[in-house]
């Protein structure tokens, strides 16, 4: 079995943009080393986001590692209540609860309360948790803007659609709530539940101290995704008995790697946004390839630059995980003649539209034994016509593995 390395760059994918010439912003900035890849190996497209499932990162990053969300999906809640290890009862729903920004006449803002500042955020959980934590609900602070709320007990349901909030600005409340996906009692009881309880939390989060004159006040609360206790089956258990690591800031890459198995390594500093520690990503993920088979590196800022709509920051991200990541890695492992290396995004974030698209992205294998095609560099407009062809589900993990 070879060891594997994936670059995986949270929605880097895009469209051709006319101030760019033409390009996407990933083949317009200065990308040396994932161009590399693709002129030293093969290129083709990968598909992340089967149809009837959220266009959401959890989903791409399982279809990515070939989890087959199509059959296993649990819900971003319980994924990430999995990373922080929270111990979820057989009848606990978990839901991903950000803390959103909400305009006086009830008009979605930021997903992200201006991506909310890490104290901030704890204390504000916190607080709701001591205000309004109970029997029937519990509040857990996460990284920044991204928390929990879990519902305890047989009278809730998880079948409840919703709307994502991060491609959800600028549109009205009302034109956003939960609706109940059957007619069973606890499907209502659940939405009456969920909207009384936000009553009350967003005036609590509004008259908030923490919330007075700022830009951004984190001054509602948004519950989507819900699920119970994932049961994915293991990456071991999937790819020879092969040992796998997860390196990302975020909890929803965290979790799907805990609730497979694989090992999360915890790096310091890692924001999930462009301040985050790159340096230190590197050094845990060659650590790591000492004793695992394959290493995932998720970097998420392109994803949050990317809905923010910032070309400028967009860029300048990609250019940063180019030279900060992918670089130095692939120059630590150059004498190696025993590792594939991988790079694609898990969706595209149209800068234009500011969120997910569901078209497969662009993806470029090297390494030992991968023998070069025609296509020379990296990106949307050359992938699909490299030798790997159309790739989906556990194919990129086995290629990589040499399984
Ligand atoms: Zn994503």
Not at 76 to 85: F, K, L, Y
Not at 118 to 130: P, V
Not at 258 to 282: H, S
Not at 296 to 321: T, W
């Amino acid at each position: 079995m070879n060891k594997a390395v994936i670059f995986l760059a949270d929605g880097m994918a895009d469209l051709p943009i006319a101030e760019l010439g033409g390009k996407t912003p990933v083949e317009y900035a200065k990308t040396p080393a994932m161009d590399s890849i693709a002129a030293n190996g093969m290129s083709g497209t990968f598909f992340t986001l089967p149809d009837g499932l959220p266009t959401s990162s959890d989903v791409a990053n399982m279809s990515v590692l070939g989890f087959y969300p199509e059959k296993n999906y649990p819900g971003r809640g319980p994924i990430e209540a999995v990373s922080q290890g929270i111990e979820l009862a057989p009848d606990d729903i978990a839901w991903r609860c950000n803390l959103v920004t909400v305009s006086p006449d009830g008009v979605l803002l930021d997903y992200s309360s201006g991506h909310l500042d890490e104290t901030k955020a704890r204390i504000l959980m916190e607080d709701l948790q001591k205000e309004f934590g109970s029997d029937l609900v519990s509040f857990y602070p996460g990284v920044s803007y991204r928390n929990l709320l879990v519902l305890h007990g047989k009278k809730f349901s998880p079948n409840l659609d919703y709307h994502k909030p991060d491609s959800s600005q600028g549109i009205h409340m009302s034109e956003l709530k939960l609706t109940a996906l059957d007619d069973k009692a606890e499907t209502a009881f659940t939405k009456q539940f969920l909207e009384e309880l936000a009553v009350k939390t967003d005036e609590f989060l509004r008259n908030h101290k923490l919330n007075q004159n700022c830009e951004s006040p984190a001054n509602a609360i948004w519950p989507w995704s819900p699920g119970r206790k994932p049961a994915i089956a293991g990456f071991a258990e999937r790819y020879n008995g092969a040992r796998g690591a997860i390196v990302s800031a975020v909890d929803v890459v965290k979790g799907i790697g805990k609730c497979a198995g694989m090992d999360v390594i915890e790096v310091p500093g890692a924001t999930g946004f462009i301040d985050t520690n790159y340096a230190g990503k590197v050094a845990a993920a060659l650590k790591a390839l000492e004793d695992h088979d394959l290493v995932y590196i998720h970097v998420e800022a392109i994803d949050e630059c990317s809905h923010m709509g910032d070309m400028k920051l967009k860029l300048q991200a990609i250019e940063d995980f180019d030279s900060k990541v992918v670089a130095p890695v692939l120059e630590a492992l150059k004498d190696r003649n025993d590792v594939r290396f991988a790079i694609l995004p898990d969706h595209p974030v149209p800068l234009s539209l500011r969120k997910h698209t569901t078209t497969p992205v662009p993806l470029a294998v090297c390494g030992c034994g991968i023998a070069a095609d025609d296509v020379a560099f990296y990106g949307e407009s050359v992938a699909p016509t490299g030798k790997l062809g159309k790739l989906a589900g556990d194919q990129l993990v086995k290629l990589l593995l040499g399984l």
